[in-house]
């Protein structure tokens, strides 16, 4: 089978193969030829979903670099959305993993990109984001926190540098082994919800946030490390949208009793 072709022969019709539903996020990427070559590290694995957060190089498209570099995965390069922010990028999406090297004190459950692959392939119902930082500062920290997991690449620790194109050629490897295996399996059986979305944890986490402002469990002039916290907890979870419902139905009673005092 020609590796830039998307094997979608064994799933069900009713299942969205992993090809469709996998989207690959830059953010404030400084070189067209990088852009240009993570399209190209995509196609030759199937996928086609780019979506640019304010790319430091504005015309990449006709950029002469970027256009030599995908190499033939022009219609992946032509076709990237460009967004203004990380929630435009990220809307649509249930699942969403940062990709560093560095590790946060806070940062969600570490992963490899194997473990990542195999999870969101077992898991038709997730649409996932991969998110890539900046080649020079990677991602800040208020985007990893954002993301469900975090992603890290095993590699040399003596010389664990791999440039975005390697890293995304590597997700991109992995996440089509997931599919082409054959893991898209339903997990388990019994209710399964559907997965909340990034945004709808967002605002769960804000509504969150004011009600243990307003029961002064949270000093919103020093929150220190509190909600960081919390986030991690919540994305070792897997948060279903009954359960995020919950959770804003917790905060909104809060709120409600704390303003009839």
Same mark, same amino acid.
Not at 231 to 252: C, D, H, Q, T, W
């Given at each position: 089978?020609?590796?830039? !072709?998307?094997?979608?022969?064994?799933? &069900?019709?009713?299942?969205? #193969?992993?090809?469709?539903?996998?989207?690959? /996020?830059?953010?404030?990427?400084?070189?067209? $030829?990088?852009?240009?070559?993570?399209?190209?590290?995509?196609?030759?694995? =199937?996928?086609?979903?780019? /979506?640019?957060?304010?790319?430091?190089?504005?015309?990449?498209?006709?950029?002469?670099?970027?256009?030599?570099?995908?190499? =033939?995965?022009?219609?992946?390069?032509?076709?990237?959305?460009?967004?203004?922010?990380?929630?435009?990028?990220?809307? $649509?999406?249930?699942?969403?993993?940062?990709?560093?090297?560095?590790?946060?004190?806070?940062? #969600?459950?570490?992963?490899?990109?194997?473990?990542?692959?195999?999870?969101? =392939?077992?898991?038709?119902?997730?649409?996932?984001?991969?998110?890539?930082?900046?080649?020079?500062?990677?991602?800040?920290?208020?985007?990893?926190?954002?993301?469900?997991?975090?992603?890290?690449?095993?590699?040399? #620790?003596?010389?664990?540098?791999?440039?975005?194109?390697?890293?995304?050629?590597?997700?991109?490897?992995?996440?089509?082994?997931?599919?082409?295996?054959?893991?898209?399996?339903?997990?388990?059986?019994?209710? !399964?919800?559907?997965?909340?979305?990034?945004? !709808?944890?967002?605002?769960?986490?804000?509504?969150?946030? !004011?009600?243990?402002?307003?029961?002064?469990?949270?000093?919103?002039?020093? #929150?220190?490390?509190?909600?960081?916290?919390?986030?991690?907890?919540?994305?070792?979870?897997?948060?279903?949208?009954?359960?995020?419902?919950?959770?804003? =139905?917790?905060?909104?009673?809060?709120?409600?009793?704390? &303003?009839?005092?």
């Amino acid at each position: 089978m020609n590796p830039t !072709q998307t094997d979608t022969s064994s799933c &069900s019709p009713h299942i969205r #193969p992993l090809f469709t539903r996998l989207r690959f /996020v830059l953010v404030e990427t400084s070189r067209a $030829g990088n852009i240009g070559s993570v399209a190209r590290a995509m196609k030759t694995m =199937g996928f086609t979903d780019l /979506v640019l957060v304010a790319p430091k190089c504005a015309d990449f498209t006709h950029d002469s670099e970027a256009v030599a570099f995908a190499s =033939g995965a022009g219609d992946v390069l032509t076709n990237a959305r460009v967004v203004a922010d990380i929630g435009a990028a990220l809307e $649509g999406c249930n699942f969403a993993a940062a990709v560093s090297a560095r590790l946060r004190e806070f940062s #969600p459950p570490v992963w490899t990109p194997r473990a990542f692959a195999e999870h969101v =392939g077992a898991a038709p119902e997730l649409h996932a984001a991969i998110v890539f930082g900046n080649e020079r500062v990677g991602l800040p920290n208020d985007i990893v926190e954002r993301c469900n997991v975090l992603i890290n690449i095993p590699a040399n #620790p003596d010389y664990s540098s791999l440039n975005l194109s390697q890293a995304a050629q590597v997700l991109a490897y992995e996440a089509r082994m997931a599919s082409v295996d054959g893991a898209v399996n339903m997990r388990g059986v019994g209710f !399964q919800g559907d997965a909340a979305s990034v945004t !709808q944890i967002d605002g769960m986490y804000a509504h969150l946030e !004011q009600a243990l402002v307003a029961i002064g469990f949270l000093n919103a002039d020093n #929150p220190k490390k509190l909600m960081p916290r919390i986030k991690r907890m919540f994305a070792r979870s897997g948060l279903e949208l009954e359960e995020v419902n919950i959770l804003r =139905g917790i905060a909104r009673a809060i709120l409600k009793d704390e &303003s009839a005092r």
